[in-house]
Antibody, heavy 123, light 107 residues
Framework: EVQLLESGGGLAQPGESLRLSCEASGFAFDTYAMSWVRQAPGRGLEWVSAIDSTSGSGTHYADSVKGRFTISRDSSKNTLYLQMNSLTVEDTAIYYC???????????????WGQGTRVTVSS | DIQMTQSPSSVSASVGDRVSITCRASQDISSSLGWYQQRPGKAPKLLIFSASILQSGGPSRFSGSGSGTDFTLTINSLQPEDLATYYCQQTNSFPLTFGGGTKVEIK
């Protein structure tokens, strides 16, 4: 069974950092590009960042997080990361780890989704 | 960036009704369009990909159509379990973008 298990969320003050993790299981992790998608309270979905499979080296970011967030992966641990620096209150959201439905390059329809990890940025 | 505009923002319908949700892209995205269902308190779930292909396990009452800039998600014979918010997403280019969502309520 394919599973994505996020962790690392919590409460941070503005300007602080958090690192989210997503442990993947049930599929060949290193053959899939991976992404993070977030959802602010009561709001819609916002794609945050993507990283190519380990055969590629590309990363992509939403303008709202570029320069502050860094996506990375560790194939030896089947884990995806999101390093979030210089957090602002606008980063408050549930952060979902997502996988494309297939490992075919440029497939960006997300299935499955993790259960999400909540990040709250508040003073 | 490609903007995705969904309408309506909410719809209320009776069990058995047909419900249609539209999504418009700010530029041609061919068939690079997906639809997601998010039930209250749950993570989103992929319903339709490539504009019209039903994801495995998805109920056959859901269908998608369109290409280019205009797309439609149709729910034939609305069921109580379809209470949810529905989002479209373009996958044509980064940054990937979602529509604002359509909340479907049951009368």
């Amino acid at each position: 069974e394919v599973q994505l298990l996020e962790s690392g969320g919590g409460l941070a003050q503005p300007g602080e950092s958090l690192r989210l993790s997503c442990e993947a299981s049930g599929f060949a992790f290193d053959t899939y590009a991976m992404s993070w998608v977030r959802q602010a309270p009561g709001r819609g979905l916002e794609w945050v960042s993507a990283i190519d499979s380990t055969s590629g080296s590309g990363t992509h970011y939403a303008d709202s997080v570029k320069g502050r967030f860094t996506i990375s992966r560790d194939s030896s641990k089947n884990t995806l990361y999101l390093q979030m620096n210089s957090l602002t209150v606008e980063d408050t959201a549930i952060y979902y780890c997502v996988r494309p439905r297939t490992s075919v390059a440029h497939t960006r329809f997300f299935d499955p989704w993790g259960q999400g990890t909540r990040v709250t940025v508040s003073s | 960036d490609i903007q995705m505009t969904q309408s309506p923002s909410s719809v209320s319908a009776s069990v058995g009704d047909r419900v249609s949700i539209t999504c418009r892209a700010s530029q041609d995205i061919s068939s690079s369009l997906g639809w997601y269902q998010q039930r209250p308190g749950k993570a989103p779930k992929l319903l339709i990909f490539s504009a019209s292909i039903l994801q495995s396990g998805g109920p056959s009452r859901f269908s998608g159509s369109g290409s280019g800039t205009d797309f439609t998600l149709t729910i034939n014979s609305l069921q109580p379990e379809d209470l949810a918010t529905y989002y479209c997403q373009q996958t044509n280019s980064f940054p990937l973008t979602f529509g604002g969502g359509t909340k479907v309520e049951i009368k």
